[in-house]
């Protein structure tokens, strides 16, 4: 139980374009799920938490009118990447919570090339 | 900011046990000690968490000091397959009823043949 996907898991697209991330709780309803972002040879970083139906909270530093997130229901939330430009590129990891006591379940990642 | 002091990194010999050292020295009494890892290019996987009490399941024992400032992750026999990066992880409040994990650098654990 409590597997976490993710879509696509590799994703290629030009600069200026948008894309669109989708992370699922296969087995599980999810009330927190999380994004964070993994450059090379470096930790993840947490780019935003958010609850089903609630906007999400972003870390400092973070444009939230870049990274769009949404979570309209308990097995499914998207983070869209507008405008995407070489900087951007990185491993997106998200991850699921079914409570605030419980522990977070990982996707496998998405790993975004922008040319 | 990560809350916990991690060695780089490790090795060990495969089928001995590996132990990683994690310090946390400005714990508060109510936040949990969370122990994930990362194998290359994949999304990182629970292994084991605590409060005050040592714990263990079916990969791994974490045991806590008594104050609380430091712990250890036990794997009993590693296997080559248990190369990755480990976190150690203190996991905190941050709103309303939200709790977020702030990953560190970890250690790198390298089970050698």
């Known amino acids: 139980g409590a597997v976490v996907s993710q879509h696509p898991s590799r994703v290629i697209c030009k600069s200026g374009t948008s894309v669109k991330i989708e992370c699922r709780s296969l087995?599980?309803?999810?009330?927190?799920m999380f994004w964070y972002r993994q450059f090379p040879k470096q930790s993840l970083m947490l780019m935003a938490t958010?609850?089903?139906?609630?906007?999400?909270?972003?870390e400092q530093g973070v444009e939230k009118d870049k990274f769009l997130i949404n979570h309209a229901s308990l097995t499914l939330s998207t983070l869209t990447v507008t405008s995407a430009h070489p900087e951007d590129s990185s491993f997106y990891i998200c991850?699921?919570?079914?409570?605030?006591?419980?522990?977070?379940?990982f996707g496998p990642g998405t790993r975004l090339t922008v040319l | 900011d990560a809350k916990t002091t991690q060695p780089p990194s490790m090795d060990c010999a495969e089928g001995r046990a590996a132990n990683l050292p994690c310090n946390h020295s400005?714990?508060?009494?109510?936040?949990?000690v969370y122990w994930y890892r990362q194998i290359h290019s994949q999304g990182p996987q629970y292994i084991i968490h605590g409060l005050k009490n040592n714990e263990t399941n079916e990969m791994a024992s974490l045991i806590i000091t008594e104050d609380r400032k430091s712990s250890t992750l036990i794997l009993p026999h590693a296997t080559l397959r248990d190369t990755a990066v480990y976190y150690c992880?203190?996991?905190?409040?941050?709103?309303?009823?939200?709790?977020?994990?702030?990953f560190g650098k970890g250690t790198l654990l390298t089970v050698n043949p």
């Open positions: 087995d599980f309803q999810a009330t927190t």
């Open positions: 400005t714990i508060s009494g109510n936040e949990y």
């Open positions: 991850s699921a919570s079914r409570g605030a006591e419980i522990e977070q379940f």
């Open positions: 992880i203190v996991r905190v409040f941050s709103g309303g009823s939200n709790y977020k994990l702030t």
């Open positions: 958010s609850n089903e139906g609630s906007k999400a909270t972003y």
